[in-house]
T-cell receptor
Framework: GAVVSQHPSWVICKSGTSVKIECRSL??????MFWYRQFPKQSLMLMAT?????????EQGVEKDKFLINHASLTLSTLTVTSAHPEDSSFYIC?????????????FGPGTRLTVL | KQEVTQIPAALSVPEGENLVLNCSFT??????LQWFRQDPGKGLTSLLL?????REQTSGRLNASLDKSSGRSTLYIAASQPGDSATYLC????????FGAGTTVTVRA
């Protein structure tokens, strides 16, 4: 149990276009999901915390108008990179809490590799 | 702001040797600490989770200890194998996960 999927696993797009990444909890309900990005040879940096039915909370320095997050159901959160530029190329990973407690383990998706040309 | 440090940044050992990976954090008010494995270009695989009330967790050849008061955790991997080659990340949960930069391990056959 506790499987998180992401789609697509990789995407290549042209500069200026928008890209949507989906994060799904397959066998549990996730009231909270998290979005991270990881640059090559660096660690994961939290971008935002997504709560079902409410606005996402963004970390300092993350542009909320550029990285649109929607958490419309207990099993799905989406990250849309708007007007993507080459500097947005990165590995994006989502995670989900199973249950409501912050004591709970986070389960991670397999990641999405975004390349902006 | 929680700061997580992992030492060493890279480690190369011959097969069969035991591995010791270190993680330190600055704020001891945590819920739990997780160790992950990441293969190149892949996502994270959770290895062990230690709740703040626990001192260690074991799974097979892996053992992780937690000393909250000193802000340290250690991951031990016994009898290393080439398949253990990967980057190991520790992450501290004080509601949000803060990750260390990782230790890249190479086990030589």
């Amino acid at each position: 149990g506790a499987v998180v999927s992401q789609h697509p696993s990789w995407v290549i797009c042209k500069s200026g276009t928008s890209v949507k990444i989906e994060c799904r909890s397959l066998d549990f309900q996730a009231t909270t999901m998290f979005w991270y990005r990881q640059f090559p040879k660096q660690s994961l940096m939290l971008m935002a915390t997504s709560n079902e039915g409410s606005k996402a909370t963004y970390e300092q320095g993350v542009e909320k108008d550029k990285f649109l997050i929607n958490h419309a159901s207990l099993t799905l959160s989406t990250l849309t990179v708007t007007s993507a530029h080459p500097e947005d190329s990165s590995f994006y990973i989502c995670s989900a809490h199973r249950g409501r407690s912050s004591y709970n383990e986070q389960f991670f998706g397999p990641g999405t590799r975004l390349t902006v040309l | 702001k929680q700061e997580v440090t992992q030492i060493p940044a890279a480690l190369s050992v011959p097969e069969g040797e035991n591995l010791v990976l270190n993680c330190s954090f600055t704020d001891s008010a945590i819920y739990n600490l997780q160790w992950f494995r990441q293969d190149p270009g892949k996502g994270l695989t959770s290895l062990l989770l230690i709740q703040s009330s626990q001192r260690e967790q074991t799974s097979g050849r892996l053992n992780a200890s937690l000393d909250k008061s000193s802000g340290r955790s250690t991951l031990y991997i016994a009898a290393s194998q080439p398949g253990d080659s990967a980057t190991y990340l520790c992450a501290v949960n004080d509601y949000k996960l803060s990750f260390g930069a990782g230790t890249t391990v190479t086990v030589r056959a």
